[in-house]
């Protein structure tokens, strides 16, 4: 499609958005921030995408914000409208989708780039990824949401370490850490993320997109709560054509063929 900061290629259930800034490490300019909302809002919207993957083209994943584009802004800018009109929306919009989005993490994510993959659902790693809280380098706290994500994936003692050193966290630590799901040969990830992502496209996407709301919601209620909203999601779950077909395929003692219906 016709993008310039991004590529967004939809095919067999999965939209794929690459980052494509590959000679600055994929960072994000005001186009790309643009375009990755706009594949975002998209691929949201279209019932034929039934998985999502975020990933960078070249040897990173995302350096976060390209400072050059910020730098030579005046006094009259404002980072937190920035934010909010750039950042926050790419993760409000990931968090919020009701499909699974993966990160395929080709390289270093750092800064908001690391913010973002964190924001995903899964992360399947090259061995040759790895995670930097880059904002205190340049003075500033984590943002796109790395203080919610991060502190809730590895705990706050790490997740502290990580912004206050900014230090370089290979996927191998990350997988021990919990931040990630699965490190693979560098050479082998485009072929292993795209099998994750084919095998969740033919899942039953109604009931893993209310997985993803109640798991949310459930972060931040008791478990009185998460109990009586599990109830009513599963209502929702237990209408769909996909649950009639799960049963019935388990009963007739063959595989189900779920529609994301
Ligand atoms: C870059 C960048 C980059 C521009 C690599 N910008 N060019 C929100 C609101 C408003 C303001 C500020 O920030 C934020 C949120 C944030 O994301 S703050 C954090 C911003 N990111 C960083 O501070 C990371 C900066 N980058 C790095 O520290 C390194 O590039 C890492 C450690 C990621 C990778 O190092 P190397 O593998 O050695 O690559 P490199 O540094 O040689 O980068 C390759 C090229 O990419 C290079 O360009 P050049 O023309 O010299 O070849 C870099 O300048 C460019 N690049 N990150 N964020």
């Known amino acids: 499609m016709d ?14 958005i690459t980052l494509n800034r590959p000679e600055k490490l994929n960072a994000f300019n005001a186009l790309m921030t643009k375009e990755t909302i706009d ?7 279209d019932h034929a995408v039934r998985t999502v993957v975020i990933t960078g083209a ?18 009259d800018f404002s980072i937190a409208e920035h934010l909010r009109a750039g950042y926050n929306r790419i993760v409000t919009l990931i968090t919020t989708m009701e499909k699974p989005v993966i990160a395929g993490v080709n390289g270093v994510a ?3 780039g690391c913010g973002i993959a964190l ?26 949401g790395s203080t919610w994500t991060l502190t809730r994936l590895i705990g706050y003692a790490r997740a502290y370490e990580m912004a206050v050193t900014a230090d370089r966290i290979s996927a191998e630590k990350a997988l021990s850490w919990g931040m990630v ?9 485009p072929e292993i993320l795209m ?4 095998q969740l496209a033919c899942g039953p996407t109604v009931a893993y997109g209310l997985t993803k ?10 478990l009185a709560e998460a109990l009586e909203y599990e109830a009513q999601l599963q209502d929702i779950a237990g209408r769909t054509a996909d649950n009639k077909e799960g049963v019935a395929a388990f009963l007739e003692k063959r595989e189900p063929e779920f529609r994301g219906e």
């Open 195 to 198: 099998a994750w992502a084919r």
């Open 213 to 222: 709301r109640a798991m949310y919601k459930a972060l931040n209620s008791t």
């Open 3 to 16: 993008y310039a900061a991004i590529e967004l290629v939809v095919a067999e259930g999965v939209a794929v």
């Open 119 to 144: 924001a995903c659902d899964l992360r399947i790693c090259s061995a040759k990824a790895s995670f930097i809280q880059a904002f205190s380098r340049v003075g500033l706290i984590p943002d796109s």
């Open 58 to 75: 070249g040897r990173g994943f995302s350096a976060g914000q390209d400072l050059a584009d910020v730098a030579g802004r005046g006094d």
């Open 181 to 189: 799901n699965e490190v693979v040969p560098h050479e082998q990830l």
């Open 39 to 45: 594949a975002l809002k998209r691929t949201g919207r």
């Open 110 to 112: 750092a800064g908001a």
